[in-house]
Every structure is written in C-alpha cells, then in structure tokens.
C-alpha cells in the first residue's frame, strides 16, 4: 500500500552494561554531544509491551498471540522483575513523564496487574505528576470497574482499537469486535471520567468504499474523541490477511482512491478542530500523545516486555520476540536484551531526518546542517531540490516539510536519506 505509515514503536530497556544510561544525580536524560547542542534535556518515557489478544487480526505482524491469557499474571510479575533489575543497577530514579502500555491487547490484562506494574514504574522511576499514561483497549475487553481502577492507578489516556464502523470491514480483517460495541466502549470509558481518548481508524481495508470510509470518519468525530490515528493498511507477507489478497480470495481498495481518501481525511479532521501533527495522527491542540512524540523527536524511552525496543541516546536495543525465552531469561535473573547497536552521528542524523519529516510541523535543515555533518547535509541539496519540484517537499519558514503528496509516498523520500 501507499506511504510508510508506521503505527508505533515498541522500546526496550538498555543495557546496564552501557556507560551512557541514565544518571541517577541528573534524573534527566543528557544526550550526547550531537543532540546536546540542539534538544533540550528531556524526561524519559516508559514503554510496556503487552503481548496477549483474544484472537490475533488477519494483518496484523506486531508481537502478539492470541489463547495464552493465562499467562498474563507470570507474564506481568517478568515485567516488574525487568523493571526492578534495572533499578537496582541505578545510583537514583531517572525522571520520566510518559508511559505507554502498548500491544497486544493491554485492556485484557486485569486492573491489579496493571496497578502492580505502575507502582513498580514508580519505585524505580521518578514519574512527573503532569505525566501522561496511556493503555491501548479494544472493544468488548473492558468493564466500569476496571476502567475505574485503571484510573485510581494513573491511567489518563485510553486509545481505543476501532478500526472500523462497518461490521463486514471488521469481519474481513478478523477483529472480534462490531461497531455498535465501540459506541458502548466509548460511553463506558466516557462514563469512568476519562477524557484524554484516542480512536483507531484503518484506511484501505477489504470491501472498503468511499461511502463506507466517510461513514467510519463521521461516526468516529462524532463520539468527540480528543485525538485519532489514522492508519494505512500495511501487510506483511507473513500474514493471512496478505495470503488471501495474492490468492484471489478478497480485493483491497484501490491505491489512487485510497490515496483520494487520505487526502479527504486530512480535509475532513480539519474542519472538525483536530489539527494533523504527524502522518497518521490528528489531535485537538493540546492533545497530542506525548509519548510518540518521543520517538519522533528521537528522545529517550525505556521499555520493558517480549520484543520491546529503546533508545537511550547513544544506542538502540531490543529484547527477544519469543515469549517463552524472555520470561525464561527474566526469570533465570538475565538480560532478556537480543541485540543492541550504537548510533553514531551520521545514523543519529539519518534518524532524525525520516522521524523528523513524519511530523507535520517538520525539519530545520538548518539544524542538520549546524549539529551533524555539513558536508553530508550539503550532498543532499539537489535531491531536496528536486523533491520540492516534484511536489514531495516544500520550504514552511526554516523547515523543510512532506507535502501532502509527500506524505503518501513517504517512503520515496525516506530512502534517499538513510
């Protein structure tokens, strides 16, 4: 399909061996010399990978299983543990102000286990109280009582899995839910005092028309959400979802009318107040998730569970995608870390190019020219010239921008960086 349209990042805890983690005296994230000159010290955010679903969607490549809940209890008692072996390596609580219970299907997990992995994040982190808290739900995994437990234990941010209001569109992709039960989801997470609410919405799904989009699009303004992600379909070969569209077996929508659609999207979320601050995400000022900020602006994020992935401003690292193996080596008293890589200047600045162009507000060449490699950033003039003549890029001030079109063929342009 069109464009890259990432839906998220999962982040994993650093190596304690790194000399460059967090210092407990600073309880503030220093980035090295490259970042120093240009970003101001940043608090950190906490990612928690939730791997368990009810049933796993036909197109989805994320690290989950569906028919392990049983698990969840071992599983969240292996995420504490992982918290608390990095806090008992630090000198003090590194200062964060996010934190992202991500999946999978958090909401499955109960409200105990959820306040029990929070007050963990609290003893070995100093959480600020203007923090944000999210936890990703799906329809029909929910009720008042834990919603208003998940309150009492921080959770302010709630981004809803809709997808879409159009039962055969669900029913095509595998999701469990049906469209009358998001407008009961919303009523009950509207109903426990949350206000801070994301909803999920899918473009370039089976069966999907023009009709049936701008139905989802209006339903979905019409429960007032403060924030909605838009995402294009992406499959993985892997997927069942990509194995019956090869054989014949259901029919996606057309790349031009999808790409008519985004556009009409952008229009359409606009005139209802939301403002586009990055390819996929709309929000009301103000209500932008602040957490994928981070990931965007190439700040720090701790993150703990199977397959989750950090950065830490010198490195990257992830922890094993088996289930099995992360909660044997958590439990053996080891590292569950897979891999890690440093991130030198020129991958630091390659970063910060394609991260930065997906945010609307976009890049101060300026800035990659001053802070990073001048001759490097000078190399790449006539391409961006060239883009901005095809209509992919364009000068906003100091700031070099996607174009609408640019945003869908985000992909053309990302690669002539990296």
């Known amino acids: 399909m069109i464009g890259d349209f990432v839906r998220r990042s999962s982040v994993a805890v650093p190596d304690a061996a790194n000399p460059r983690i967090f210092s407990g005296s600073e309880r503030i994230f220093e980035p090295q010399r490259s970042q120093r000159l240009s970003m101001e010290i940043v608090n950190a955010g906490i990612y928690l990978h939730i791997p368990f679903c009810r049933s796993k969607c036909r197109y989805c490549s994320f690290v989950s299983s569906a028919g392990h809940e049983e698990q969840t209890e071992r599983y969240c008692r292996a995420l504490i543990r992982e918290l608390r072996a990095l806090g008992g390596k630090l000198d003090g609580k590194p200062a964060v102000d996010t934190i992202y219970f991500g999946g999978g299907t958090p909401s499955l997990l109960a409200a105990i286990q959820v306040e029990h992995v929070l007050a963990a994040c609290r003893d070995v982190f100093e959480v600020a109280s203007d923090n944000e ?161 981070k990931y965007w602006r190439c700040q720090p994020v701790f993150a703990f569970g199977v397959a989750a992935h950090s950065f830490d401003g010198a490195a990257r690292y992830a922890n094993t995608a088996h289930l099995v193996e992360y909660l044997e080596r958590v439990e053996g008293g080891g590292s569950p870390i897979h891999w890690h890589q440093h991130a030198d200047d020129q991958r630091q600045m390659e970063e910060r190019i394609f991260l930065g162009l997906r945010l609307r507000q976009g890049l101060d060449w300026a800035w990659i020219r001053r802070d990073f490699h001048e001759e490097k950033a000078a190399s790449w003039d006539a391409r961006i010239r060239e883009f901005v003549e095809e209509g992919l890029l364009e000068w906003h001030d100091s700031k070099l921008r996607l174009t609408r079109r640019g945003m869908l063929l985000s992909n053309e342009v990302f690669q002539n960086f990296v």
């Not at 039962?167 to 469990?176: K, N, T, Y």
């Not at 359409?268 to 601050?277: A, H, N, V």
Request: glycine share 8%.
């Open 133 to 293: 808290i999210s936890l990703e739900a799906n329809p029909g995994t929910m009720d008042r009582d834990q919603l208003r437990a998940w309150r009492e234990a921080g959770v302010n941010r709630v981004s809803l899995g809709a997808q879409s209001f159009s039962d055969l569109e669900l029913a095509a992709i595998g999701r469990i839910h049906r469209a009358a039960e998001i407008q009961s989801a919303w009523e009950r997470l509207r109903g426990s005092g949350l206000k801070n609410l994301n909803i999920d919405l899918m473009l370039g799904l089976p069966g999907q028309t023009s009709a049936s989009w701008r139905e989802t699009l209006e339903k979905a303004a019409a429960l007032h959400p403060s924030h909605v992600s838009v995402y294009m379909l992406e499959m993985d070969p892997k997927v069942p979802l990509f194995q019956a569209v090869a054989g014949g077996l259901c029919t996606l929508p057309d790349d031009d009318a999808v790409a008519g659609w985004y556009g009409e999207t952008i229009d359409f979320l606009e005139s209802r107040g939301y403002r586009q601050y990055e390819i996929s995400n709309f929000a009301i000022p103000g209500c932008e998730c602040r957490h994928n900020l």
